[in-house]
């Protein structure tokens, strides 16, 4: 094995961790724990002669792999977390004791019982780990399809570089190269992941506030701001609770980035919401603010018990159950940066303050 290749993807796997340590992701952490074991095996082929073991270890990779796919993002506390910790670690042990010098051969015989039956169809790792392959490929893209997020898409493709790593078996040089890769794409799914956490938001969908701040720092010299306020938010959340108000506000997001003119919305805070219209005056952009606030006070939001089932059922229960239909409005504020020379915190405050203005006149307006 050339010992370049094998260092870059030591390199990679020790940034891959100290990256997945910095932003609390143990899931990312114990992925790249088990792609060094798989690295390890690859390794450690030679001592492990005969390929009963690495056959083993090849199976235990991609079910791990697998299992970790279903497994929390954040929660050390949490038990799976735990359990996955202690199993791996103890899978790590395991196979370096494996492949120390002193280890006896009947020691090694032990783990051969998993590969037993191997057939020679797929080189180097056998018939019985192609099967754990296809297994543990379907449980991670059925995780994948029940959450389509950067971290279960990485853990896809390393499950398929892991199994393509361990699979070819002659060539040592194209082993480390794929668990190299395997590392990358666990990395890249890290920072996209953090990088969606920090610029967008998780409730509603829409960017946050920082990516807010980053737009309005980018636009050229003329565009419009349009903050919108649920009317009677708190009101509402202390009537129905804050399941219904997480509700509420998911349904005004999804109009809200429906929004024409280009304009494109955020979360700001709390019920309140920002359009931003690039190249546009407030003037233009009245038109298009005013057909989202009609489309959201025609829209009444429905309440449903508190015993409503997580999924919405083909047929409506006997008797309806407990609901309740109540009428949504918001109050919109717009300013632009027309006239005097505006940064774009200041077009924010005029806004802001065109808002509750809108409020004072009565809620569900919308004042520029």
């Known amino acids: 094995m050339r010992p370049a290749a094998t260092m870059t993807a030591w390199a990679v796997i020790a940034a891959g961790i100290l990256l997945a340590l910095r932003f609390g992701n143990v899931r990312v952490v114990l992925a790249l724990v088990v792609l060094a074991l798989a690295l390890l095996t690859v390794a450690s082929r030679p001592v492990l002669a005969g390929g009963g073991v690495s056959d083993a270890v090849a199976a235990l990779v991609l079910l791990n792999l697998a299992g970790l796919a279903w497994t929390p993002d954040r929660g050390a506390r949490s038990r799976r977390v735990k359990l996955w910790t202690a199993v791996i670690a103890l899978q790590v042990l395991a196979v370096v004791l494996l492949v120390m010098p002193g280890t006896s051969e009947s020691a090694r015989q032990a783990w051969r019982w998993l590969p037993e039956p191997a057939s020679r169809a797929w080189p180097g790792t056998g018939r019985p780990a192609a099967l754990v392959f296809v297994i543990a490929l379907a449980l991670a893209l059925a995780r994948f399809a029940l959450r389509p997020r950067a971290t279960e898409s990485g853990l896809v493709w390393a499950l398929v570089a892991a199994f393509l790593a361990l699979g070819i078996g002659a060539d040592a040089f194209g082993t480390t190269i794929y668990v190299t890769t395997a590392a990358l794409v666990l990395a890249v799914a890290l920072i996209e992941t953090s990088y969606a956490m920090a610029y967008g938001d998780e409730l509603t969908g829409l960017p946050s506030r920082r990516a807010l701040n980053e737009m309005l720092a980018s636009l050229g010299p003329r565009y419009a701001v349009g903050m919108v306020d649920i009317d009677h938010f708190k009101k509402f959340n202390d009537t129905y609770g804050h399941q219904a108000g997480d509700e509420l506000l998911r349904k005004v997001a999804a109009t809200l980035m429906n929004v024409a003119g280009g304009g494109r919305a955020f979360r700001y805070g709390g019920e309140e919401f920002a359009i931003v219209f690039p190249g546009l005056t407030a003037e233009r952009a009245i038109p298009h603010l005013e057909t989202v606030r009609e489309a959201i ?66 809620r569900n307006r919308l004042v520029s």
């Not at 504020?333 to 006149?361: C, N, Q």
């Open 297 to 362: 006070a025609e829209s009444h939001f429905t309440v449903r018990g508190p015993d409503r089932p997580r999924k919405k059922p083909a047929q409506p229960p006997a008797g309806g159950g407990p609901r309740k239909r109540v009428a949504v409005t918001v109050s919109i504020g717009v300013a632009d940066s027309e006239g005097t020379p505006a940064t774009p915190a200041d077009v924010i405050r005029a806004a802001d303050a065109a808002l509750y203005r809108a409020k004072r006149a009565g």
